[in-house]
């Protein structure tokens, strides 16, 4: 019989899950991007900005209703299973531990390992060096460390990086956008004539660019068995949260662009420049300093899930070794076991993710994954609209539909901005989902 966790997530900390962990390493690693797809176009920048977060706050939207209708379950796979079929819950579930997850912790864990290189200013390839790595594997060891054995220690810590991480998004926003304006350096932006690198459907590439910000947004639904008083502090925590950082991101976007030149901005160390600009070197190596500790924090957010997906689908005895992954330490109440399993695919991942920047595979999985996520998300959201008949017409039709439609958006963007690389990702994502397959109800070893 597996093992139950307890509720300890209160309203201000299930709102700090929200925020913390989607704002982290893609607004500021994505950023780059998006500049070097709209070159000088700021207002095609802010658009890309709002139509992401309108499509995720809309899917939240939905899911935030369905929180308020089935409190004890175990995240979106439940979900999936009760109001779409037991197999495909098991698979959405599947590609949650194998696949989206530990994908992202180990996208987070390079970004925070390259940020760090790029802040002490070593002489190496950032993408690919042993210096990158030895970083990411040391910020990677360390929180699924704290996490394993001081879930109170990984509580406060995400809170308190919510709040820091926040401090440098908003006084670049601010400060950027009054000095840029005197200066100038906004408006010569606005009449720049620096060239974008995406010449085929710039928005599209800018919007993907932005989903990688977004994600992660469901995470306290797949910690809902752990958050107190879950029918109404999760819905308010999703929205709330996700409106706050739609602010936040776009305030942010606007005011690097009076920061620095748009040349500067679209390459890889842009961040930082435009930090040192605005605030000295001192000054914007200190800030640049809270963008790790920012990506720390979402780090960390991640982790509390991607350590409990194995122990939840042993939980409702699928997957492998069901017996030793529903197994919770009974000092800490953690999965232990369903931690070590997250820590090595997220290892696996990590290593993937630097090897396509290298140039060494051929897709991007800090786009596809939160894409495949959104896939599957469309299913359970036609069933709210055929199942759920005690809902009024808005939340039971145009809500879903609103968000199936932006779902929808976002596969046909990929498609178009990714091309053949999809391809090669699909090709995995079914050898991955047929290795699933092969394990569903395995019996208790």
């Known amino acids: 019989m597996a093992e139950k966790l307890v509720r300890r997530y209160g309203l201000f900390t299930t709102i700090c899950l929200v925020v913390g962990t989607v704002i982290g390493s893609g607004i500021f690693f994505r950023n780059d991007d998006i500049f070097a797809a709209v070159g000088g176009n700021m207002v095609m920048g802010v658009a890309a900005w709002l139509t992401g977060g309108f499509i995720t706050l809309s899917i939240a939207y939905v899911f935030a209703i369905l ?21 495909f819950g098991y698979l959405f579930s599947w590609f949650q531990a194998t696949i989206f997850f530990p994908s992202s ?35 990677l060891v360390a929180i699924y460390a704290m996490n394993a054995l001081s ?13 820091i991480k926040v401090i440098p998004l908003i006084a670049m926003g601010i400060i950027g956008l009054i000095v840029g304006l005197l200066n100038g350096t906004t408006v010569a932006n606005l009449q720049t004539s620096y060239v974008p690198s995406v010449q085929n459907q710039p928005f599209l ?9 977004y994600t992660s947004w469901e995470t306290p639904l797949n910690l809902s068995k752990e958050v107190i008083n879950v029918k109404k502090n999760l819905p308010i925590a999703l929205i709330s949260g996700l409106l706050l950082i ?60 991607n350590g409990r997906l194995f122990y939840a689908l042993a939980s409702n005895k699928n997957g492998p070794k ?71 017409k808005i939340n039971r039709f145009l809500a879903p539909l609103i968000a199936i439609l932006g779902a929808c958006f976002l596969i046909y963007a990929v498609i178009i901005s990714h091309g053949i690389s999809v391809l090669w990702f699909l090709i995995l994502f079914i050898v991955i989902m047929i290795v699933g397959l092969g394990m569903e109800k395995s019996k208790t070893n």
């Open 151 to 163: 879930p109170k220690l990984s509580e406060k810590f995400h809170i308190t990086c919510t709040f």
């Open 322 to 392: 069901q017996q030793l992954l529903s197994q919770v330490d009974k000092i800490s109440q953690v999965p232990n076991n369903s931690m070590v399993v997250g820590l090595l695919l997220t290892a696996v991942w990590m290593l993937i993710f630097g090897g396509h920047l290298y140039g060494l595979y051929y897709f991007d999985i800090s786009g596809l994954a939160p894409i495949s996520f959104k896939g599957f998300l469309i299913p359970i959201m036609l069933m709210v609209m055929i199942k759920e008949t005690s809902l009024n």
């Open 205 to 213: 590439t800018a919007v993907i660019a932005t989903v990688f910000a």
């Open 246 to 305: 739609i602010f936040v991101y776009v305030l942010y976007f606007v005011g690097l662009f009076g920061a620095a030149p748009v040349e500067q901005l679209a390459s890889g160390s842009g961040v930082l420049l435009a930090f040192q600009n605005l605030f000295t070197e001192v000054g914007g190596t200190v800030l640049f300093v809270f963008i790790i500790i920012s990506c720390l924090g979402t780090l960390n957010g991640l982790t509390l899930v």
């Open 105 to 139: 912790v180990g996208v987070l864990a390079w970004i925070s390992g390259r940020f760090t290189v790029v802040l002490f200013g070593f002489n190496v390839d950032e993408n690919f060096s042993a210096h990158t790595y030895l970083f990411a594997l040391l910020y």
């Open 67 to 87: 929180a308020t209708r089935y409190e004890d379950t175990s995240g979106l796979g439940d979900l999936a299973q009760i109001l779409v079929s037991s197999k």
